[in-house]
């Protein structure tokens, strides 16, 4: 008998981006993007809150190598190089205000792009060079299921 269909996945809980510098990466996302730190631990990671997910930046040169247990049970070692990608939701209304942000801040914008069906977003990079969007979240509300 073959197993039953399990229901959908629902929404994204966490997820993670790499750095070697987490003092930078801190920095970066709590006192630029004003994320609440939610958890540290020295060369390994630094855990933030954005709505009811987590961002996790996590250096790899620790938990590409370290084990790391919770009770009895192993976490899988991970850990990547190279730039990745996050995109955080703002409003229409908030864009300007983050562009202007972002300048006095001195970050760079990368790029400044108009959907097709009209949602923007801003492009920059975080210390690690990982590649940073605020992008409308009706970007995606058109998509077909």
């Known amino acids: 008998m073959p197993a039953p269909t399990p229901p959908p996945i629902s929404r994204v809980i966490e997820t993670c981006l790499y750095a070697e510098d987490l003092d930078a990466a801190e ?6 993007l004003r994320l609440p730190l939610a958890a540290r631990e020295a060369g390994r990671h630094v855990f933030f809150r954005c709505g009811e997910c987590m961002l996790l930046i996590f250096n790899p040169r620790s938990t590409a190598r370290e084990e790391t247990h919770v009770g009895g049970d192993l ?22 205000r983050w562009q202007a942000h972002l300048r006095q801040a001195q ?20 210390p690690a060079g990982n590649s940073v969007e605020l992008v409308m979240p009706e970007l995606w509300r058109d998509l077909a299921d």
């Open 107 to 126: 970050i760079p914008i990368e790029s400044h792009v108009t959907w097709p069906n009209g949602a923007e977003s801003l492009y920059f990079r975080d």
């Open 75 to 96: 976490i899988p070692l991970h850990g990547a190089l190279g730039a990745g990608h996050v995109a955080f939701a703002v409003t229409r209304e908030a864009l300007p």
């Open 27 to 32: 920095r970066f996302y709590h006192d630029i």
